[in-house]
């Protein structure tokens, strides 16, 4: 099964702050790797997708890169509404579909 | 509107059952394949379960398999997961979700590979199990 670990596990920020997510896998996954962002009480939604495709309807200050096993999520300028937390998942190999732990984005 | 409604949450005690549903809307249910997802109370996503448009290919985590049963009913646009034999640590919310349908191609030994091409883009509101006594 392909692990993924994501760091840090939470982290204190200000609006308008940039800020930088890391999730490494335990084997090269091939640049299939999807970001979600949740807040409390509702769904996961997606964020980006293939490592670096923004969704549709998502802001641009949202990026992914990586390549590897190792990724990168991005959030360029803090806004009030992105303090939520954050998942990787994998889908370069099925089963089991993982995820990572999270990381909860707090207001500093 | 393109939406996931799941339902069929609620308490038992375990060693009970339970048979959550999930109704889509708005988009061809037929040609995705669908996902249940939980979340235990304070922690993260863990996949459970995952079907194949035509169900064709279904597959489990280790922590629910021989116990949770995934289907679907494409005429019924409705995904189910039937849930047996019920723990303690099966207490959280389900999700469903769906994903562009399983990618399979050959792999070495005469194996396959599955594998996704996209996000789980669209998901259900949850509905919550509680397994106590």
């Known amino acids: 099964d392909i692990q993924m670990t994501q760091s840090p596990s939470s982290l204190s920020a200000s609006v308008g702050d940039r800020v930088t997510i890391t999730c490494r896998a335990s084997?090269?996954?091939?640049?299939?790797l999807a970001w979600y962002q949740q807040k409390p009480g509702k769904a996961p939604k997606l964020l980006l997708y293939?490592?670096?495709r923004l969704e549709s309807g998502v802001p641009s200050r949202f990026s992914g890169s990586g390549s590897g096993t190792d990724y990168t999520l991005t959030i360029s300028s803090l806004q009030p509404e992105d303090f939520a937390t954050y998942y990787c998942?994998?889908?370069?190999?099925?089963?089991?579909?993982?995820f990572g732990q999270g990381t909860r984005l707090e207001i500093k | 509107e393109v939406q996931l409604v799941e339902s069929g949450g609620g308490l038992v005690k375990p060693g009970g059952s339970l048979r959550l549903s999930c109704v889509a809307s708005?988009?061809?249910?037929?040609?995705?394949?669908m996902n249940w997802v939980r979340q235990a109370p304070g922690k993260g996503l863990e996949w459970v379960s995952s079907?194949?448009?035509?169900?064709?290919?279904?597959f489990y985590a280790d922590s629910v398999k021989g116990r949770f049963t995934i289907s679907r009913d494409n005429a019924k646009n409705s995904l189910y997961l039937q849930m047996n034999s019920l723990r303690a640590e099966d207490t959280a919310v389900y999700y469903c979700?769906?994903?562009?349908?399983?990618?399979?191609?050959?792999?070495?030994?005469?194996?396959?590979?599955?594998?996704?091409?996209?996000?789980?883009?669209?998901w259900g509101q949850g509905t919550t199990v509680t397994v106590s006594s």
């Open positions: 079907i194949s448009s035509s169900s064709t290919y279904i």
């Open positions: 084997q090269r996954i091939g640049n299939s």
């Open positions: 979700a769906r994903v562009p349908d399983i990618v399979v191609v050959p792999a070495a030994m005469g194996r396959k590979r599955y594998y996704y091409n996209y996000g789980m883009d669209v």
């Open positions: 708005g988009f061809t249910f037929s040609t995705y394949s």
């Open positions: 293939d490592a670096s």
């Open positions: 998942q994998q889908y370069y190999s099925s089963p089991p579909i993982t």
